[in-house]
């Protein structure tokens, strides 16, 4: 087998962990980096470094931190190609210039790396294809993620490797399902985040949710949806307008420049029209005048953070913790240590510096973006039996017990690799 048909991998982050997503490939000579993410929190995590000049191009993904935070350190002492959709560029940018307001520690990169990322960006529509040098061909295809989230497939001398990144397969309100035209893939990059568990029917939580709402609402109280800024608060608010719910809607935080962003992307949402009146029918917060009208009168509240972690949310919430006729809705899963998921767990929230007990009702209501369980193992029947896959962007248990199941049940190659690992000369 010739040499140019050697396929090198190694994975800076996102292996056995959710968070700093980076794969590393090394064939025909040049160097693609597969998303550079990372991990939020007191103190930001990154991947691996990687020497930018050596770097021929990177794809995005998606925007979401834990795939594009890294980024702007490849722009420190070089160029590189970043190749993307139009959205993710717009709301990539969004999120990283968030992320360096609320740091507490300085980063390694400031607004000119930003910026260079920006000017160094080759931008695709879905299923347009680009090609870096002669043999390799890079395809991105509709994710269902978020708006503008891609999956990427790269064909390498005849070989293809397919990079799910965050991927849903179902659709929502918001989004078409993921696009899954794909045939004879060697190499599968699969995401792992819920490959231990299915989620509940979409359309029964749903109901569920705007049930709890108009409860909410009928009782006299204020209903606080903390949401994602990109992807999930636009989506609440397009179920909100689906169901036609009557009352009061508010939108803050980012989520209102994310979905002025997304207004310019209209090929990027399943029901444009469902979108922009979703919008219109939300009265956006402006200043603290408009927030205390908004906790004064019944009504449901759509803001950042999700998991309660900084945002407008946590302003909101001293307002109606101790009322019993208010609700806090969570729309996405807590992670562990996060304010949100101690409200679940103790039943009690951090007001300033005491503990206060959680008096308003607390409801939970999966409107996932990944896929469940039983998606996933769809996926994997998709392809033949000497694809290699590797599980990636789960926690551990899920990423062995992934990739076990993988090989034992479909007697496919799998791996479940760690930070650091490197796979040498895959051939075809």
């Given at each position: 087998?010739?040499?140019k048909?050697?396929?090198?991998?190694?994975?800076?982050?996102?292996?056995?962990?959710?968070?700093?997503?980076?794969?590393?490939?090394?064939?025909?000579?040049?160097?693609?980096?597969?998303?550079?993410?990372?991990?939020?929190?007191?103190?930001?995590?990154?991947?691996?470094?990687?020497?930018?000049?050596e770097?021929?191009?990177?794809?995005?993904?998606?925007a979401?931190?834990?795939?594009?935070?890294?980024i702007?350190?490849?722009?420190?002492?070089?160029?590189?190609?970043?190749?993307?959709?139009?959205?993710?560029?717009?709301?990539?940018?969004?999120?990283?210039?968030?992320?360096?307001?609320?740091?507490?520690?300085?980063?390694?990169?400031?607004r000119?790396?930003?910026?260079?990322?920006?000017?160094?960006?080759?931008?695709?529509?879905?299923?347009?294809?680009?090609?870096?040098?002669?043999?390799?061909?890079i395809?991105?295809f509709n994710?269902?993620?978020?708006?503008?989230?891609?999956?990427?497939?790269?064909?390498?001398n005849g070989?293809?490797?397919?990079?799910?990144?965050?991927?849903?397969?179902?659709?929502?309100?918001?989004?078409?399902?993921?696009?899954?035209?794909?045939?004879?893939?060697?190499?599968?990059?699969?995401?792992?985040?819920?490959?231990?568990?299915?989620?509940?029917p979409?359309?029964?939580?749903?109901?569920?949710?705007?049930?709890?709402?108009?409860?909410?609402?009928?009782?006299?109280?204020?209903?606080?949806?903390?949401?994602?800024?990109?992807?999930?608060?636009?989506?609440?608010?397009?179920?909100?307008?689906?169901y036609?719910?009557?009352?009061?809607i508010?939108?803050?935080?980012?989520?209102?420049?994310?979905?002025?962003i997304?207004?310019?992307?209209?090929?990027?949402i399943?029901?444009y029209?469902?979108?922009?009146?979703?919008?219109?029918?939300?009265r956006?917060i402006?200043?603290?005048?408009?927030?205390f009208k908004?906790?004064?009168?019944?009504g449901v509240?759509?803001?950042p953070?999700?998991?309660?972690?900084?945002?407008?949310?946590?302003?909101?919430?001293?307002?109606?913790?101790?009322?019993?006729?208010?609700?806090?809705?969570?729309?996405?899963?807590?992670?562990?240590?996060?304010?949100?998921?101690?409200?679940?767990?103790?039943?009690?929230?951090?007001?300033?510096?005491?503990?206060?007990?959680?008096?308003?009702?607390?409801?939970?209501?999966?409107?996932?973006?990944?896929?469940?369980?039983?998606?996933?193992?769809?996926l994997?029947?998709?392809?033949?039996?000497?694809?290699?896959?590797?599980?990636?962007?789960?926690?551990?248990?899920?990423?062995?017990?992934?990739?076990?199941?993988?090989?034992?049940?479909?007697?496919?190659?799998?791996f479940?690799?760690?930070?650091?690992?490197?796979?040498?000369?895959?051939?075809?």
């Amino acid at each position: 087998m010739a040499e140019k048909n050697n396929v090198k991998v190694k994975f800076l982050g996102g292996a056995r962990r959710i968070g700093c997503s980076a794969i590393l490939l090394q064939a025909n000579g040049k160097n693609i980096l597969l998303d550079y993410g990372a991990t939020p929190g007191a103190h930001l995590d990154f991947p691996l470094p990687v020497p930018s000049k050596e770097i021929d191009a990177i794809i995005l993904t998606h925007a979401h931190i834990d795939h594009s935070g890294a980024i702007p350190l490849l722009y420190t002492v070089a160029n590189p190609p970043l190749i993307t959709t139009p959205a993710t560029l717009d709301l990539a940018e969004l999120l990283i210039y968030d992320m360096m307001n609320v740091a507490r520690d300085p980063l390694p990169f400031g607004r000119r790396e930003v910026k260079r990322m920006k000017k160094n960006s080759i931008l695709l529509n879905y299923k347009e294809e680009y090609k870096l040098g002669k043999n390799i061909k890079i395809t991105l295809f509709n994710a269902g993620h978020i708006p503008g989230s891609s999956s990427v497939l790269l064909e390498i001398n005849g070989v293809k490797i397919w990079y799910s990144g965050d991927i849903n397969t179902i659709s929502t309100r918001l989004l078409e399902p993921a696009n899954m035209d794909l045939e004879d893939v060697d190499i599968v990059f699969i995401e792992s985040t819920y490959a231990l568990k299915d989620h509940p029917p979409r359309e029964d939580q749903e109901k569920a949710f705007i049930k709890a709402l108009k409860e909410t609402i009928e009782d006299q109280g204020v209903a606080l949806v903390p949401a994602f800024s990109v992807g999930r608060s636009q989506e609440v608010l397009c179920i909100l307008e689906h169901y036609d719910f009557k009352g009061r809607i508010f939108l803050d935080g980012m989520a209102r420049r994310a979905s002025k962003i997304l207004l310019e992307y209209p090929t990027f949402i399943k029901d444009y029209d469902l979108f922009v009146r979703s919008l219109k029918r939300a009265r956006w917060i402006e200043d603290n005048h408009d927030r205390f009208k908004a906790v004064s009168e019944p009504g449901v509240i759509v803001t950042p953070a999700g998991m309660l972690v900084g945002g407008s949310a946590q302003w909101y919430l001293k307002y109606i913790y101790k009322d019993e006729n208010c609700g806090l809705f969570y729309v996405s899963y807590q992670v562990p240590g996060t304010p949100g998921r101690r409200i679940l767990e103790t039943g009690k929230v951090r007001i300033g510096r005491k503990e206060k007990k959680m008096r308003a009702r607390v409801g939970y209501f999966e409107l996932s973006s990944h896929s469940g369980r039983t998606q996933l193992l769809e996926l994997i029947k998709k392809f033949d039996s000497d694809t290699v896959f590797f599980t990636v962007h789960g926690e551990e248990e899920s990423t062995i017990k992934f990739a076990e199941e993988i090989r034992d049940r479909y007697g496919y190659t799998a791996f479940s690799p760690s930070v650091g690992e490197t796979f040498f000369q895959f051939s075809f």
